[in-house]
């Protein structure tokens, strides 16, 4: 029997989701979206901030970047990295109120 097209839809977005919130799924590239909440950085200004090896770094950013998190440019010999501001700086800003609101009372055990 052939998936309805709403069902499909609802699968096909499933698959999504889950690939975007796996890409945060790391304390590592969650490292570096916080670091490049303060502007854009390169591996070496990351290995500095966040104290990763540049091959891990490097590896976390291409992730990232598959998935539109962050957005390089190259300056001169480096290539720099900054957050996408559209959709994710936005995103980031909504989580820190989602856990300033809801997350402080689970930690505390008071909800």
């Known amino acids: 029997m ?4 709403s069902e499909h839809k609802m699968e096909h977005m499933h698959g999504a989701y889950k690939l975007f919130f796996g890409a945060l799924a790391t304390d590592s590239r969650l490292h570096l979206l916080n670091a490049l909440r303060h502007g854009p950085k390169n591996v070496s200004e990351l290995g500095a901030a966040t104290r990763y090896e540049q091959s891990l770094i490097s590896h976390n950013l291409k992730i990232l970047e598959y998935h539109g998190m962050v957005f390089p440019e190259r300056r001169g010999k ?6 996408n501001d559209q959709t994710i700086t936005p995103l980031l800003r909504l989580i820190d109120a989602h856990i300033k609101k809801y ?3 689970i930690l505390e055990g008071t909800r």
């Open 78 to 83: 480096f290539k720099y990295y900054r957050l």
């Open 2 to 5: 052939k998936m309805q097209s």
């Open 103 to 105: 997350c402080c009372k």
